[in-house]
């Protein structure tokens, strides 16, 4: 009988796993554009479904098309233990966001059923919608509805830049799911996943211990002038959106650079109408504003407020400014943070405790229960970009200590 400390996971496998999935949605440049519930993404979710399956799990599509796949345990009256994160990617993402904490749990699980060993609870693998927030804003959409923080039809009805709303694409590509949302109850959750910044690399630790997540803000600002000719109209009577938003969005910049260790950014910009001979006359862009307090956020947040209608009035335009999405900071339970140290301290690789810059579904999930994070390092710390990449060494480290820290957590 396989006894709890020598369940190995198999890291080929898992590298396998990546490489094959990688190609649903894959790019030329070696990275993934796997849009939430696009035909890519259908085709991911098709295949994770029938592997867990063939495990021997049960899967089940809640109504905002979330992905439970449960294998019983020796008693199955105790709730599972859940590994999860998501499957969608950024348009320029890379092979391993998201993607490594879902198939990471699927090789710990496929370890389990290989070397006959039998948890006490049952276990869960998870794929949460819409993670990005990239097509369908906010972030961490469907994972949030699962706690609580929107609703159903909100997340229904969040529409892309195209038109096409969340609810349409799920029911298009078949997931949007019978089963209730909130009705796959687990009693902890771990999520696996790369870093997405340089601390691991730069100190050479392979495991990092995840505390908690920074406070993060998502904005959407439409700046008012007039469209003219570039041509015929003199400097002075313009009213130009553009140079208004350009210096909005240096300023933006600004209020990160003053508050570091906090972050500023407008990742999202459509000018229009876009015309090399028209002045712009509007412009709509998107402001992204974390820190891992929440009082200098909300400092953050004024001094965005203040500055956005000021630059307007110097140049006579109008402005709209809405914050859509606000998620505080959020600490991990001190018990699973323990089981992560000691299934690192197990295998043997160096850890380092920190807090999540990037925002994951571990965020909401932790208000629901409890819930941490393993982070292990991406190359030159890069990610939301088509050259991400960790190796077959640290993909194997990671699943090796989500499987020992799940393992941990069933026998305590
Ligand atoms: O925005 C984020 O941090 C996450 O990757 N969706
Ligand atoms: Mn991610
Ligand atoms: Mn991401
Ligand atoms: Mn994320």
Redesign the pocket.
Known sequence: MTSKSNLTINPQRLWDALMETAKYGGTPKGGIKRLTVSDEDKKVRDWFKAQCEALGCKVSIDSVGNMFAVRPGKNNTLQPIAMGSHLDTQPTGGKFDGVLGVLGALEAMRSIVDLGYETNAPLMIVNWTN???SRFAP??LCSGVYAGVFTEDYAYSRADRDGITLGEELTRIGYKGTEKVGSHKFQAMFELHIEQGPILEAEEKVIGVVTGVQGMRWYEVTVKGQSAHTGATPMLLRKNALVGAARMIEAINQIGLDHLPGVASVGLIENQPNSRNVVPGEVFFTVDLRHPDETVLDKMEKAYQEVIPKIAKELKLEVEEKRIWKSPAVKFAADLIDCVRHGADQAGFPTRDMASG??HDAAYIARVAPTTMIFVPCLGGLSHNEEESTTFDECGAGAQVLLNAVLEYDRR
């Open positions: 993670e990005e927030g972030a961490m990037a925002g």
